[in-house]
């Protein structure tokens, strides 16, 4: 079940008192009257001040097969501060974070999507981009520009859309403990392959003709 926005309000005013177990926190917190108001079934989060872009002259392609090396051998990581303005031009790909903090509960998950607005002008944000129960920190956005001109982003404006929703099975004490919790920049993260991939990976070339 997802929750609506004045739901969504309830728990952030229920968060914001220290003895409250557990709470659902998002710091800095949306304006709580226009979120009960809004008739929405999301929040929306903010772009932040980091961006992370791939050094495209390091590598002649990425295998993450062979292992893609140090995060800081394959990116550069730019800050923005606010007033100033990011440009993404066409086809171009970069990492950037929101500005907002997020504390999910145990018994809460959540999904990002990118705004309409946003996407009618050819940015595509976050493609499906799942938060597990537990998470705490930023979260990092993937920025394309499939438009045919650059577009200008700038920090603190609404960039995305969180929504959350209740887990109703499962064991709550398990939460996530992936290498994305905790980070307030945007993070690369690892492509890892298990053990059935590893062994398709040198299975043989059999010839089928």
């Known amino acids: 079940m997802i929750l609506k926005s004045d739901r969504i309000a309830e728990l952030l005013e229920e968060g914001q008192d220290p003895e409250t177990e557990d709470p659902l926190v998002i710091r800095p917190s949306p304006d709580l009257k226009d979120l009960r108001e809004s008739g929405a079934a999301s929040v929306d989060l903010r772009l932040g001040t980091w961006f992370m872009t791939l050094r495209e002259a390091r590598l002649p392609y990425l295998d993450v097969q062979q292992g893609a090396g140090k995060a800081s051998q394959l990116t550069k990581t730019h800050y923005v501060p606010f007033g100033d303005r990011f440009y993404l031009h ?56 499939v438009g045919e001109i650059p577009i ?56 089928q003709s």
């Open 90 to 145: 066409p086809r171009a790909f970069v990492l950037s974070a929101t500005l907002e903090w997020i504390c999910l509960p145990k018994g809460k998950a959540a999904y990002v999507i990118g705004k309409s607005s946003w996407g009618r002008r050819g940015l595509i944000i976050a493609t499906a981009t799942g938060v597990h129960p537990g998470f705490k920190g930023c979260l990092t956005l993937e920025l394309t520009n």
């Open 152 to 207: 200008v982003i700038m920090p603190g404006m609404p960039i995305c859309q969180l929504f959350i929703h209740y887990v109703k099975e499962g064991q709550f004490k398990e939460v996530d403990r992936s290498a994305f919790v905790g980070n307030r920049k945007p993070t690369l993260g690892s492509v890892t392959l298990d053990d059935v991939a590893r062994k398709l990976a040198v299975a043989p070339d059999l010839d």
